[in-house]
């Protein structure tokens, strides 16, 4: 039987590439670029160290002047997992680190919180992956395919199920709840290490969606159900948004 982490770190890919909203990690709320929230955020959840993981020296240069850490990475890599990967071999070739955090650097309303939560998840010996999921309330989440879909088998009155699967359609089908996935993962350290270095799988290019190649291959995702989901900023009005709620008076 597997023993729970005990060494874990907090990991923060970014990049300036994005496509809809290009240069988003520098992009300003309340007076601060949103990639440093995200890392205080996650400085607050005090589980263990926090790296940014940065694809431009830009981004670094920001974390370094605020007192963070910061390391570059290749640019070219194709997902953020892969990026939390090399960064972790770079940081820690030596492995002490036994759970990786990976944290996405467009949560800027984050609470510290649900860091501590999908770390805990680890716990259980059978689980290798984390997630967080979160009840959809409202049609437009629910129709609205770049909000992810989690298909979770959760018991009456837990806070916590496996994930069976992940849509960005409405499944599954029939009355009931739906959840609304947020991309928080924890991972055991071989299991990121095993999961960046399998292929592209059939339903990931389909769904556009890199966690179902964790569960083609037979890895087991659990998803800790929270109350409210953090503002995902991947739009220009997505940011307004989040400018909004956190103060902004622009």
């Not at 991972?187 to 083609?216: C, K, M, N, T, V």
């Amino acid at each position: 039987m597997r023993s729970k982490p005990k060494n874990p770190i907090v990991i923060i890919p970014a990049r300036m590439g994005s496509t809809r909203l290009p240069g988003k990690p520098l992009a300003s709320i309340a007076d601060e670029p949103m990639i440093v929230h995200c890392w205080r955020s996650a400085l607050k959840a005090d589980i263990g160290p926090v790296v940014v993981a940065c694809a431009e020296k830009e981004i670094a240069e920001v974390i370094e002047n605020v007192g963070g850490t910061s390391v570059l990475t290749n640019a070219d890599l194709p997902s953020g997992s892969d990026r939390v990967a090399e960064a972790v071999d770079k940081l820690d070739p030596n492995k002490e680190y036994d759970a990786i955090i990976n944290l996405q650097g467009d949560l800027p309303t984050l609470d510290p919180e649900y860091i501590k939560k999908v770390f805990k998840t680890l716990e259980i010996p059978e689980v290798d992956i984390a997630t967080l999921v979160s009840p959809i309330t409202n049609d437009e989440e629910r129709f609205n395919p770049n909000v992810v879909k989690a298909v979770i088998s959760i018991k009456d009155n837990s806070y916590q199920g496996r994930a069976l699967y992940f849509s960005r359609s409405v499944v599954p089908s029939g009355d009931g709840i739906h959840y609304h996935h947020i991309g928080i993962y924890a991972y055991r350290r071989e299991i990121l290490e095993e999961f960046i270095g399998l292929p592209i799988s059939g339903l990931e290019q389909r769904e556009r969606l890199e966690q179902l190649r964790a569960l083609e291959s037979g890895m087991r995702i659990d998803a800790v159900l929270v109350d409210t989901v953090p503002v995902g900023v991947d739009t220009p009005s997505d940011l307004e948004s989040a400018r909004t709620i956190m103060g902004d008076k622009r």
